[in-house]
Structures are given as structure tokens and as C-alpha cells.
């Protein structure tokens, strides 16, 4: 069982369509992220989370959108998305001033239509 | 930049032993990862070892690392059906803030 809790498992969603993805980690971690993975390829770094502060953006589109609420908690909102976004959505979680590694969910499989 | 490489395809009997490579570039590289992924799931971190290590044991597992060359390997013992999967090696200076992952090794184990 992952520690890290990413809903929903699978979402499809059209071109207009506005949707949000969820995570939720209770190991007391203070650093989240998104990372985007499509099929056969290494996860790729989206946001980073600090401390409840944007800290990394990799130049991501702005029809991502992430959110975080509180420590526990991390969102990603989407909107006016393309096919080519389809992709597995990783959520995962450190605590930064220790040098921990990711934590990883299951992810969330996006396709858009 | 920074670099991970390691090759795409292993096939190994079941009951063997499965030794996947991974070289990095990036010589401040503190930590040192092997992530398992199976279909349709998420990254499961299996071990990890740090720069100033050379060998880390965990069951069935073993990770040698040659700092010298920035060579990383990970040795599954008695390899079973349920370790086929992509595995994943990555590196940070940090811990968890710009970790840099390979490819990615698809292990095949035929029974």
C-alpha cells in the first residue's frame, strides 16, 4: 500500500471540460509534487511544493494549474486541456530539509478527448 | 547537465539472478535511487544508498556502487515472476528536490 493518495484512478475528460486531480500524503512530508509520465518514458518534473510555497515550475502550460491547501494536500486543475496531455499524473511527496527520496501514489491515468 | 543512463531490456529464467546497470554523470550526486514500477501503478522506491556507500543489502537485494566510474548497479537474487516490472535508477544531490531518473529497465522474467 502507497502512503501517498492520488483520486481519482482514471479520469477522461473532453477539450472543454475543467477537472482537478487530488493528493493527499500523511507522512508528515513538507515538499509535494507533480510529475507527468507517458507510456515507456521516466516521470518528468512539473511543480514542487515547499513548505505550501510554488518553489519549482518546469515551465508548465498554464492550463495546469496546482494547488496546495495545507501540508497534506496537493491539487492540480485542469483546463482546456489537449490529446497530447494525456498521460499518467504522479504525485509524490519529501521532506526537504532531511534529504528523504520521493514517495510515490498510483497516479491518476488522464486521457483527454 | 546532469545524466542517467542505463540500458531499456533485461530477460531472465525465473530462480536466476537479474543485475540491472545505471550510470550517472553528475559527480555531486549524494543519493543514489532504484525505483520499481509495475503496470498501470505508481513508482515504488526499493532502495536507496548514499554517495560515501559502496555496497547496501536488503533481502534479496543488493546495490553496488562504484563511485569512481559513477557506476550503480542493482542485483535481484532468485529472481521471481512478480519482479517483472521497469526499474528505474535516479540520482539527486538533494534528496527528492531535482531528481534526475534514467529510462528505465524493462525486466522480463520467463518462468
Known amino acids: 500500500d502507497t502512503e501517498v493518495t492520488q483520486t481519482p484512478k482514471h479520469l477522461v475528460m473532453g477539450m472543454t471540460n475543467k477537472k482537478s486531480l487530488k493528493c493527499e500524503q500523511h507522512?508528515?512530508?513538507?515538499?509535494m509534487y507533480w510529475y507527468k509520465q507517458k507510456a515507456k518514458k521516466p516521470p518528468e518534473l512539473m511543480f514542487v511544493?515547499?513548505?505550501?510555497?510554488?518553489?519549482i515550475n518546469e515551465s508548465v502550460p498554464s492550463r495546469f494549474s496546482p494547488e496546495c491547501p495545507n501540508s497534506s494536500l496537493l491539487n492540480l486543475h485542469l483546463h482546456a486541456l489537449q490529446p497530447e496531455d494525456s498521460a499518467l499524473y504522479l504525485c509524490?511527496?519529501?521532506?526537504?530539509?532531511?534529504?528523504?527520496?520521493?514517495?510515490f501514489g498510483n497516479g491518476t491515468r488522464l486521457t483527454v478527448t | 547537465g546532469e545524466d542517467v543512463e542505463q540500458s531499456l531490456f533485461l530477460s531472465v529464467r525465473e530462480g536466476d539472478s537479474s543485475v540491472i546497470n545505471c550510470t550517472y554523470t553528475?559527480?555531486?550526486?549524494?543519493?543514489l535511487y532504484w525505483y520499481k514500477q509495475e503496470p498501470g501503478a505508481g513508482l515504488q522506491l526499493l532502495t536507496y544508498?548514499?554517495?560515501?556507500?559502496d555496497m547496501k543489502q536488503d533481502q534479496r537485494l543488493t546495490v553496488l556502487l562504484n563511485k569512481k566510474d559513477k557506476h550503480l548497479s542493482l542485483r535481484i537474487a532468485d529472481t521471481q515472476t512478480g519482479d517483472s516490472a521497469i526499474y528505474f535508477c535516479?540520482?539527486?544531490?538533494?534528496?527528492?528536490?531535482?531528481?534526475?531518473f534514467g529510462a528505465g529497465t524493462r525486466l522480463f522474467v520467463k518462468a
Open positions: 509524490a511527496s519529501s521532506q526537504p530539509d532531511r534529504g528523504t527520496p520521493l514517495h
Open positions: 507522512m508528515g512530508h513538507r515538499a
Open positions: 511544493y515547499s513548505y505550501e510555497k510554488l518553489s
Open positions: 553528475d559527480s555531486s550526486s549524494t543519493y
Open positions: 544508498i548514499f554517495s560515501n556507500m
Open positions: 535516479a540520482e539527486s544531490d538533494t534528496g527528492g528536490f531535482k531528481t534526475i
